[in-house]
């Protein structure tokens, strides 16, 4: 939703980035939130017998 708003005008450079700022970036830099946890990460498989 927010994506779509940055090419709607040409009122001049408001949103204009860099490509390697995503959309999520730049919501960073204007207000800035906690970092996400980092994803645990995957345990090994173990086999079914084990567990029981």
């Given at each position: 939703?927010?994506?779509?708003?940055?090419?709607?005008?040409?009122?001049?450079?408001?949103?204009?980035?860099?490509?390697k700022f995503s959309h999520?970036?730049?919501?960073?830099?204007?207000?800035?939130?906690?970092?996400?946890?980092?994803?645990?990460?995957p345990v090994e498989a173990?086999?079914?017998?084990?567990?029981?």
């Amino acid at each position: 939703m927010g994506l779509a708003a940055l090419g709607l005008g040409d009122d001049g450079p408001l949103m204009t980035l860099p490509k390697k700022f995503s959309h999520s970036t730049n919501l960073q830099l204007s207000e800035p939130e906690p970092e996400p946890e980092p994803e645990l990460e995957p345990v090994e498989a173990v086999p079914i017998d084990w567990i029981s």
